[in-house]
């Protein structure tokens, strides 16, 4: 259905536009992937997340230790020690799960570390596709990278190494 749609638009695009515009692709997983700044970002990116996902499953195992230690000593204590324990147990489940939103949250370390590395390079992609659509008088340009959306692509038309080379990167 979305390769109907997709050929569908660009057909009805085609005649509303005129058949003398052209039509590229490039695929920004490719390009991405060429780019050494890129690679040593996402290295980074990587290992931070494995730092905190380490940090984070030891405090976890930290709150299951406490919680097998109260199970097995419950029956020695008192109500207040029992409340007591519960509480700690539960506090320091919270202050796991806060620190694991705050690295992991939708506006955590992580997504803004990723806007601080990746997305100038991102942006950096974009305004060499758009330059070198002007430059060329393309239409429009397809990005393939999320999977096949296109029901075929003429090698010809792929600016990939383009966009590369107009980023100073050869391939």
């Known amino acids: 259905m979305k390769k109907i749609v997709l050929t569908l638009s660009a057909l009805i695009l085609s005649m509303g536009v005129g058949l003398s515009q052209k039509y590229a692709f490039v695929d920004t997983e490719y390009i991405l992937s060429n780019i050494p700044t890129y690679k040593a970002a996402q290295d980074q990116l990587d290992q931070l997340s494995k730092e905190w996902e380490e940090e984070i499953s030891a405090m976890y195992a930290e709150v299951e230790k406490m919680y097998r230690d109260y199970q097995s000593e419950e029956v020695l204590l008192t109500q207040e020690m029992k409340r007591k324990r519960e509480d700690e147990i539960i506090t320091k489940e919270k202050e796991v799960k806060d620190l694991q ?7 955590g ?7 601080e590395l990746i997305k100038p390079i991102q942006d950096e992609v974009y305004n060499a596709v758009k330059e070198i659509a002007v430059e060329g008088n393309y239409a429009v340009i397809f990005d393939t990278s999320s999977g096949p959306s296109l029901l075929y692509t003429n090698p010809r038309y792929d600016l990939s190494d383009d966009v590369l080379e107009k980023l100073g990167y050869k391939n």
């Open 101 to 107: 939103n705050k690295y992991f949250g939708r506006e």
């Open 109 to 115: 370390d992580l997504f803004q570390k990723r806007q």
